[in-house]
């Protein structure tokens, strides 16, 4: 047996240690936190006893990476799926815009949900149609073209009310930064994949259970059954390059150091950890490589979740969109657990994306505007104060990334042969999701069988 050191046990951690396990790698995983689940992650309200996941990771239809990754580890069935595509967005004022799809075929379905949908006019509802049919059209060459836009500047062309009332929320939700700073490449892909590909692709998927307990446990137990081990509080050091390659650099990672001095020899590596994470453990002789000199240039955008307790119920929806609000989404987190029963109290969680302009308010004054903006936007809310809060901040809780970002995000294998890359910030294709980390992990799964097969 071939064996792996995998740094970081998030997403991308786990989905690679299944997949080596499975092929008859001997696995170890090394994380630095006491728990598993890395940026997508459930903790424990106290006073409560509800479960906060750190920002609502919702997840689509199109997830098809991370619901095989949940079936083979018996994770498939907290899941709750929509039966047909639908989300509301509110206006200030409390009207509320259906955006629903019919049970025509794709991509009819879509465009009888846009045609439907109050925030438009009908000029507005035909320029989006048009825009969505020549986006669907697009060459290979056209959509590479677009890493080189940001998402404003390709769709400055659009009504104004089209950004406002349906793009900006997308881009928000799926890239987690602003229009003007994310990659228009990644929003195009997020209409291909999610909007435009197919009914069940578009359905919103949510969790009946928090993010820690949907996979993680569930995860390590796949990976112990079958010999593998998983190490927590074991934060790496440092890497320890070792050979001559071409240009007399390193050729290969002779072994990991951890925090407590501890060495570890494998045949091979892989690294799940952040962009900036691994470059902080990264010895010089690699930082001067090109292949790793990008890795201190990614930067990245922060989620913050403000969580609230009522004495009773005054929000119906599961969940809904804000228009024009700096608290982009309110989720029915009650609900959204307890699909099944009524709850007498009533538990929501609000996520702002990009949340970095935020960095200098505390945690009062994020409670403020939380609530100034819920009474805008939902009258019925303006005299009921919540009887519990919690507010959590994910302050790097994905890559953020913008026009030319492609270059940023390196393919799994590395100009060191026994040294393997995953995780969201790579080259994926896709945004930085759950579904590009499950993604990441499995692809340098498949590069290492790939290599396994030819030693053997």
């Given at each position: 047996m071939k064996s792996i050191a995998i740094l970081g046990g998030g997403l991308a951690g786990l989905s690679a240690a299944v997949y080596l396990v499975e092929a008859g790698f001997q696995v170890r995983l090394f994380e630095a936190r006491p728990v598993l689940g890395g940026r997508a992650y459930s903790v424990m309200d106290s006073k409560t006893g509800?479960?906060?996941d750190n920002g609502q990771h919702l997840m689509m239809g199109c997830y098809h990476h991370t619901f095989d990754f949940l079936k083979k580890i018996g994770r498939e069935t907290p899941l709750q799926t929509q039966v047909k595509m639908e989300v509301p967005l509110v206006e200030r004022g409390g009207k509320i815009?259906?955006?629903?799809?019919?049970?025509l075929p794709s991509p009819?379905?879509?465009?009888?949900?846009?045609?439907?949908?109050?925030?438009?006019s009908l000029k507005e509802k035909f320029n989006l149609a048009l825009f969505l049919n020549k986006l669907r059209r697009s060459s290979v060459a056209e959509l590479k073209a677009l890493d080189s836009l940001s998402c404003a500047e390709w769709l400055k062309d659009l009504d104004r009310t089209i950004l406002k009332n349906f793009l900006e929320p997308l881009i928000l939700a799926t890239l987690n930064e602003s229009p003007e700073k994310a990659s228009a490449k990644l929003l195009a892909t997020v209409f291909l994949e999610a909007l435009l590909k197919g009914k069940e692709e578009s359905k919103m998927v949510t969790s009946t259970v928090?993010?820690?307990?949907?996979?993680?446990?569930?995860?390590q137990k796949f990976i112990e059954d079958r010999g593998g081990k998983i190490f927590t509080r074991c934060g790496i050091s440092s890497l320890s390059p070792w050979g001559r390659g071409q240009g007399e650099g390193p050729n290969q990672i002779e072994k990991l150091i951890l925090d407590?001095?501890?060495?570890?020899?494998?045949?091979?590596?892989?690294?799940?950890?952040?962009?900036?994470?691994?470059?902080?453990i990264l010895p010089d002789a690699l930082k001067q490589q090109a292949y790793f000199s990008k890795l201190d240039e990614v930067q990245y955008s922060a989620i913050y979740n403000i969580n609230l307790w009522y004495e009773k119920p005054w929000f119906s929806e599961f969940f809904a969109g804000l228009l024009g609000s700096p608290i982009h989404w309110v989720f029915n987190k009650g609900r959204l657990l307890h699909a099944e029963d009524i709850p007498k109290t009533q538990y929501l969680s609000l996520t702002i994306s990009a949340a970095n302009f935020l960095k200098n308010l505390n945690s009062q004054e994020l409670l403020a505007l939380a609530l100034k903006e819920l009474g805008d936007f939902f009258p019925q809310s303006k005299n009921i104060k919540p009887v519990h809060h919690r507010i959590l901040k994910e302050l790097q809780a994905t890559p953020s990334f913008g026009p030319g970002s492609e270059r940023l995000r390196p393919e799994a294998t590395t100009p060191l042969h026994n040294f393997f890359l995953a995780g969201d910030w790579t080259s994926t294709g896709l945004p930085a999701t759950i579904e590009g980390a499950v993604k990441s992990g499995k692809m340098a799964a498949i590069e290492l069988k790939g290599l396994l097969n030819c030693v053997r």
């Amino acid at each position: 047996m071939k064996s792996i050191a995998i740094l970081g046990g998030g997403l991308a951690g786990l989905s690679a240690a299944v997949y080596l396990v499975e092929a008859g790698f001997q696995v170890r995983l090394f994380e630095a936190r006491p728990v598993l689940g890395g940026r997508a992650y459930s903790v424990m309200d106290s006073k409560t006893g509800d479960v906060m996941d750190n920002g609502q990771h919702l997840m689509m239809g199109c997830y098809h990476h991370t619901f095989d990754f949940l079936k083979k580890i018996g994770r498939e069935t907290p899941l709750q799926t929509q039966v047909k595509m639908e989300v509301p967005l509110v206006e200030r004022g409390g009207k509320i815009h259906r955006l629903k799809a019919s049970d025509l075929p794709s991509p009819l379905h879509l465009v009888s949900a846009l045609f439907s949908y109050s925030g438009f006019s009908l000029k507005e509802k035909f320029n989006l149609a048009l825009f969505l049919n020549k986006l669907r059209r697009s060459s290979v060459a056209e959509l590479k073209a677009l890493d080189s836009l940001s998402c404003a500047e390709w769709l400055k062309d659009l009504d104004r009310t089209i950004l406002k009332n349906f793009l900006e929320p997308l881009i928000l939700a799926t890239l987690n930064e602003s229009p003007e700073k994310a990659s228009a490449k990644l929003l195009a892909t997020v209409f291909l994949e999610a909007l435009l590909k197919g009914k069940e692709e578009s359905k919103m998927v949510t969790s009946t259970v928090g993010l820690s307990d949907l996979y993680t446990n569930a995860a390590q137990k796949f990976i112990e059954d079958r010999g593998g081990k998983i190490f927590t509080r074991c934060g790496i050091s440092s890497l320890s390059p070792w050979g001559r390659g071409q240009g007399e650099g390193p050729n290969q990672i002779e072994k990991l150091i951890l925090d407590n001095g501890e060495e570890i020899i494998a045949d091979f590596y892989l690294s799940t950890l952040p962009a900036n994470a691994l470059w902080k453990i990264l010895p010089d002789a690699l930082k001067q490589q090109a292949y790793f000199s990008k890795l201190d240039e990614v930067q990245y955008s922060a989620i913050y979740n403000i969580n609230l307790w009522y004495e009773k119920p005054w929000f119906s929806e599961f969940f809904a969109g804000l228009l024009g609000s700096p608290i982009h989404w309110v989720f029915n987190k009650g609900r959204l657990l307890h699909a099944e029963d009524i709850p007498k109290t009533q538990y929501l969680s609000l996520t702002i994306s990009a949340a970095n302009f935020l960095k200098n308010l505390n945690s009062q004054e994020l409670l403020a505007l939380a609530l100034k903006e819920l009474g805008d936007f939902f009258p019925q809310s303006k005299n009921i104060k919540p009887v519990h809060h919690r507010i959590l901040k994910e302050l790097q809780a994905t890559p953020s990334f913008g026009p030319g970002s492609e270059r940023l995000r390196p393919e799994a294998t590395t100009p060191l042969h026994n040294f393997f890359l995953a995780g969201d910030w790579t080259s994926t294709g896709l945004p930085a999701t759950i579904e590009g980390a499950v993604k990441s992990g499995k692809m340098a799964a498949i590069e290492l069988k790939g290599l396994l097969n030819c030693v053997r």
